[in-house]
Structure formats: structure tokens, C-alpha cells
DNA sequence: CAATTGTACATAACACTGTTATATTAAATA
DNA sequence: TATTTAATATAACAGTGTTATGTACAATTG
């Protein structure tokens, strides 16, 4: 990649980190980078490359946050600290948490590039999400078990996002939310457990 | 409620239905409803007085989708019902679900007087999950209870709106939500369940 | 009734956004 | 050396939300 766009995209990152998508703008971008405004469209696709680029940051975050070491753990403890890493993913990176999820700029859609990282992530997450599962269930059964584990999870981190998340005055969030998807898991295990 | 504002709030609904917050632009409402621009800003707080109405419509919306007649059903068809009503309500009016979950515009924020209809809201959806646990449950649980079943729901709300919705093939997206929340609702019966 | 006040309105402007046409400069190739 | 290509700078365009200014009409008051 060359030096001029490495220096644009590092700036925009800086700026979304700070202030997220209000800061964004392609002059304070051009700016902060030193250089100018058409630079952002020399180098990227406009505001909507970077964008992508962003977007595709985030769900890399993602795909890192739910990725370990997995020696010695049974299906339920790698999961639920897939868990506790995508949380801790979505507190530290809100903006680009906001920003693959559609929070952040309603007009900015992804590309098919952007798109295709997604899917890859959703790909790892399957994989996870499918040791709670029989070692022969098939493609779909673990997508729909993806699905409802992904669904939840994120479920807790949008309403935390949300106004009504201050009716809560406790600050455990998150720990309700792991008590939760436990109970959810030990459920999804006892369904589909080997009649032995 | 004065006539000049009902035309726009009117012509504020019908854009917003019809295009999303794409089409809500200060003059374009202006325009639908016959007045000047400056109309806007005397008879609403300007956009986001607009906003604020179309946010608590929405969540007036959620309190309809959940609440119904319940004479004669158990616990469980009472809240599956409800969440049939809110998996319906996401989908007719989807401007106003994105708006009141923060998916259409980041710089909006709600004003107190929105916020208190949305908690009005929570409480709605706290009354009808309370009736999977014991009478006797105190208002943290009643609390946990019902944040626990609204992430789920709303997580496969918000994921559908996503475009990794599109690796699945099928189209029975709020089936499998309900095939899993009603497993869900079983571990939560089962856990508080009266030992008699 | 006449005078004053206050409200609703229209026009225009401001500061901002993403984007692009035009012109200029520097670099690389023939 | 001459020509072409790439990167830059300036300015402009069409939008956005918002506001200052000036005007017309209605209501209230002396």
C-alpha cells in the first residue's frame, strides 16, 4: 500500500477512534493527514472507501475477539470466552462496532469486498458456535445455531447502545448477558446431547 | 394539536414511511405539507422535534405489537404472541424501528420527554415477561427477565437488517427466531419453576 | 376605533457536508 | 528533450440543518 494512503487511512482511523463517525468528515480526514481533499478520492473511493476500510477493520476485530488458544476447554468454556472477547471487542471499539452494524451512517452501505469479510467472519463464528453441536449436524443447522447465539449476543450490545439501557443502574451488563447466554448454551447442549 | 402542525407531522410520517430517513430532509417536509422552512422550526424544534415525534410513534408501535388480549392462554402463548406481534411490527414499519434503535441517524439523540415513552415501553415488555416467572419476583429479576428476552429479539431484528442476512438462503429468518426463543422460554420455566 | 404587540411567514444567507470540474505542477516515460 | 501520466490545489456545485432579517396578518390593549 503506499505511503500517502497509508498516512490517509491511518488519520481516518485516529479520527473514527476519537469521535466516531461525526468526526469523519473527508476535509478534517484530508486534513489531519496533510493532504488535500482530493487526495481522499485519488487514493480511496471517497468517504465510502473509507468507510469499507473501516468496516472491514471492524469485523477483523470480530474474527480476532472469538479466536484462541483452545487446549484443554470443553465446548462450553471456548464459547462463552468467544463470548466474553466479543463483548470486550464491542466495548473498546464502539465506533466500528456502530459501523458494521449499521448504527452509524445510514447511507454508507458496504461493498461486496466489505461484504465478503463479513460473511468470513461469520464463517469463524460458525465454527465456533458449531462445537456445541453433534460432530455430524449439517451446514445448516449450524448457521441457524449461529444465528441464535450471534442474535443474542448482539442483542445485549445494541440495547446497551440504547437510551433505555440507563434504567439499569446496576452497571453489569455484561454479566447478566453471560448468565444468559450460559443458560442458553446448556439449553442447546441438552437438546442436541448424543442419547447414549 | 394545531392544524399547521398536523399537516406536517402528517407529511413527516408519510415520507418517513414511504423513504426512510433518506427522505426526511427539513425542506422536503416543508414541502409536502405546504409551508415554509421556517415552519418547521416554529411549530416543531426543527428536525430533531420531528424526529421525536416519529420516535415515540415507534415505540408506541412496539406497546401495541406486545400487548392483546390474554384471557384463556398460558404464560408461554402469551409471550410467544407478543413476540410474533414485535417480529411483525419490525417488519411493517421498519423506518421507525431503525430510528428508535439508533440505525437511522447517529446525530440524533431523544429528547427526556421521548426517552420516558421509550421506558414506558420497557415497562409494557417487563409487565407480559413477567408472567414466565414467580409471582413473587422482585423487580431486578422481573428486569434481567425481560432485557434477557428483548436482546434476543431484537439482536435477530437488527441482524436481519444486516447484509450478512443473505447467506441464508431460506427465507424463514423469524421462524427460526421463534423456534428459539420458545427453547429459551422453556430453560426460563424450567429455572424458576415452583418445586412442589 | 387606533395603536401596539405578537405570531406566522417568506426570503435569503451561513456553515457545513460529499463530490467534481478545472487548472497547475511534478514526475516518469518515449 | 518532448510527451504523457499522475498528483495536487483551487474553486465550485448541490445538498444538509439552522438562523437572521424583513414583511404581512391577527390579536390585544389604551
New interface residues.
Given amino acids: 500500500m503506499n505511503i500517502t494512503k497509508r498516512k490517509i487511512l491511518s488519520a481516518a482511523s485516529e479520527l473514527f477512534l476519537a469521535g466516531?463517525?461525526?468526526a469523519l468528515s473527508v476535509r478534517s480526514i484530508a486534513k489531519e493527514a496533510g493532504v488535500s481533499t482530493i487526495g481522499i478520492y485519488s487514493h480511496f473511493n471517497g468517504k465510502e472507501g473509507i468507510l469499507d476500510e473501516l468496516y472491514i477493520q471492524g469485523f477483523e476485530l470480530v474474527m480476532q475477539a472469538i479466536q484462541f488458544e483452545q487446549e484443554k476447554l470443553t465446548a462450553k468454556q471456548i464459547v462463552l470466552r468467544a463470548i466474553k472477547g466479543y463483548f470486550a471487542m464491542a466495548e473498546a471499539h464502539e465506533g466500528h462496532y456502530?459501523l458494521i452494524?449499521?448504527?452509524?451512517?445510514?447511507?454508507y452501505?458496504?461493498s461486496d469486498e466489505a461484504?465478503a469479510v463479513?460473511?468470513t467472519a461469520?464463517g469463524t463464528l460458525i465454527k465456533v458456535t458449531a462445537l456445541l453441536l453433534p460432530q455430524d449436524a449439517n451446514l445448516?443447522l449450524k448457521?441457524?445455531n449461529a444465528?441464535?447465539i450471534?442474535?443474542?449476543?448482539?442483542?445485549?450490545v445494541?440495547?446497551k447502545?440504547?437510551?433505555?439501557a440507563s434504567?439499569?443502574q446496576?452497571p453489569n451488563w455484561y454479566s447478566?448477558?453471560e448468565e444468559?447466554l450460559a443458560?442458553?448454551i446448556?439449553?442447546?447442549l441438552a437438546?442436541y446431547a448424543v442419547q447414549s
Fill in positions: 466516531g463517525i461525526a456502530r452494524f449499521g448504527e452509524s451512517d445510514s447511507r452501505a458496504p461484504k463479513a460473511e461469520f445448516a448457521q441457524k444465528l441464535e450471534w442474535a443474542f449476543l448482539h442483542g445485549y445494541s440495547l447502545h440504547h437510551a433505555v434504567v439499569f446496576t447478566l448477558a444468559a443458560m442458553h446448556d439449553a442447546i437438546k
